[in-house]
Antibody, heavy 120, light 110 residues
Framework: EVHLAESGGGLVKPGGSLRLSCAAS????????MNWVRQAPGKGLEWVSS????????RYADLAKGRFTISRDNANNSLYLQMDGLRAEDTAVYYC?????????????WGKGTTVTVSS | QSVLTQPPSVSGTPGQRVAISCSGS????????VHWYQRLPGMSPKVVIY???QRPSGVSDRFSGSKSGTSASLAISGLQSEDEADYYC???????????FGGGTKLTVL
């Protein structure tokens, strides 16, 4: 069964850092680009970042540029999001998602999400 | 402020047909495929329509999608209580160089 499981969320003070992880199983992880998408309380879905199969092509939404770093470890079927300089507005559930085939396609696999709370 | 515009809420009674609109621009909806996600309470989003009007296996044929110009629409016919959820449209944006989402529409089955 295709499965994504996020971890690493928690409570952090403004200006702090967190590293989110996503463990993939049930498919050939190295064959798929991957995304991070978030949803703040009471708000809509918001794309954060994408990474290509080998990690050479990386895209960030403006909200993440200069503060977040996406990476992957294909040997261990894992996706990561290093988040630095966290702000209250980064409080959200962060989802790891898999596009259907290419990065332009719909996201056909979603994890359950991990909650990040930025508060003093 | 989301790049794609959806009504915050729609409602209908069981058996009715409802439609949810999604408005974008020439850099997103007009040039790219539109997808629709359903988020049931307490669950992760799930795609119900992809590439404008395609239904994944397992999704009821009561769900249909359409696109024209810079707008798209999701229709749900024969409304059922289990359809009560938040619905999000999404597409690629050529200017932002990434996927964009609508703000979401809460569907209430009265």
């Amino acid at each position: 069964e295709v499965h994504l499981a996020e971890s690493g969320g928690g409570l952090v003070k403004p200006g702090g850092s967190l590293r989110l992880s996503c463990a993939a199983s049930g498919f050939i992880f190295s064959s798929y680009s991957m995304n991070w998408v978030r949803q703040a309380p009471g708000k809509g879905l918001e794309w954060v970042s994408s990474i290509s199969t080998g990690g050479s092509q990386i895209r960030y939404a403006d909200l993440a540029k200069g503060r977040f770093t996406i990476s992957r470890d294909n040997a261990n079927n894992s996706l990561y999001l290093q988040m630095d300089g966290l702000r209250a507005e980064d409080t959200a559930v962060y989802y790891c998602t898999r596009p259907h085939i290419t990065i332009f396609d719909h996201m056909d696999v979603w994890g359950k999400g991990t909650t990040v709370t930025v508060s003093s | 402020q989301s790049v794609l515009t959806q009504p915050p809420s729609v409602s209908g009674t069981p058996g009715q047909r409802v439609a949810i609109s999604c408005s974008g621009s020439s850099s997103n909806i007009e040039r790219n495929a539109v997808h629709w996600y359903q988020r049931l309470p307490g669950m992760s989003p799930k795609v119900v329509i992809y590439t404008n009007n395609q239904r994944p296996s397992g999704v009821s044929d009561r769900f249909s999608g359409s696109k024209s110009g810079t707008s798209a629409s999701l229709a749900i016919s024969g409304l059922q209580s289990e359809d009560e959820a938040d619905y999000y449209c999404s597409t690629w944006d050529d200017s932002l160089n990434g996927p964009v989402f609508g703000g979401g529409t809460k569907l209430t089955v009265l």
